[in-house]
Antibody, heavy 120, light 107 residues
Framework: QVQLVQSGAEVKKPGASVKVSCKAS????????MHWVRQAPGQGLEWVGW????????NYAQRFQGRVTMSRDTSISTAYMELTNLRPDDTALYYCARGVGATGGNLDFWGQGTLVTVSS | DIQMTQSPSSLSASVGDRVTITCRTS??????LNWYQQKPGKAPKLLIYAASSLQSGVPSRFSGSGSGTDFTLTISSLQPEDFATYYC?????????FGQGTKVEIK
């Protein structure tokens, strides 16, 4: 069965960086996009970007350009999202989600989420 | 960016009620509209993709309709386990965008 297992919670100071991992199993990792979506406490869902694990090509939301880097290690079926220059308003639950369908944007399986807390 | 307007932001309903949630987009997205359900402390769950296709394992009381800029999620007979927050999402173009959510509460 498809599973996405994310790394554990992180507490960071403003200006620091965080790297979250997402290990996939139960399907061909290089066959589907991997998206990252975040959710601030009590708020809605915000799309961060996606990576094509096969090619390594990425697409980021404009507001994160320059601060986010998505990467993957196909040998261990793991995707990563690194966010730099963290601010308190980056405090959120970060999800990875598999993207399928015609545009690769139907998010059919999600990780359990990784809470990133940014506080001085 | 494509703007998503979801309504209502919240609603109160009783078990057995028919519930309708709407999502309007700022430009045509043909049928590239998905619906998700999220319960507290859990990741979102895909319910409907491509506007009207039921995701595997999702009960048939959930249905979706629409195309272009106007879409609807309908729950034909609300069940206790359906009390949750629902989000629409467009996958037509990047950045993919979500509606602000509709919280369905018990009346």
């Amino acid at each position: 069965q498809v599973q996405l297992v994310q790394s554990g919670a992180e507490v960071k100071k403003p200006g620091a960086s965080v790297k979250v991992s997402c290990k996939a199993s139960g399907y061909t990792f290089t066959g589907q996009f991997m998206h990252w979506v975040r959710q601030a406490p009590g708020q809605g869902l915000e799309w961060v970007g996606w990576i094509n694990p096969n090619s390594g090509h990425t697409n980021y939301a404009q507001r994160f350009q320059g601060r986010v880097t998505m990467s993957r290690d196909t040998s261990i079926s793991t995707a990563y999202m690194e966010l730099t220059n963290l601010r308190p308003d980056d405090t959120a639950l970060y999800y990875c989600a598999r993207g399928v369908g015609a545009t690769g944007g139907n998010l059919d399986f999600w990780g359990q989420g990784t809470l990133v807390t940014v506080s001085s | 960016d494509i703007q998503m307007t979801q309504s209502p932001s919240s609603l109160s309903a009783s078990v057995g009620d028919r519930v309708t949630i709407t999502c309007r987009t700022s430009q045509s997205i043909t049928i590239y509209l998905n619906w998700y359900q999220q319960k507290p402390g859990k990741a979102p769950k895909l319910l409907i993709y491509a506007a009207s296709s039921l995701q595997s394992g999702v009960p048939s009381r959930f249905s979706g309709s629409g195309s272009g800029t106007d879409f609807t999620l309908t729950i034909s007979s609300l069940q206790p386990e359906d009390f949750a927050t629902y989000y629409c999402q467009q996958s037509y173009s990047t950045p993919q965008t979500f509606g602000q959510g509709t919280k369905v509460e018990i009346k």
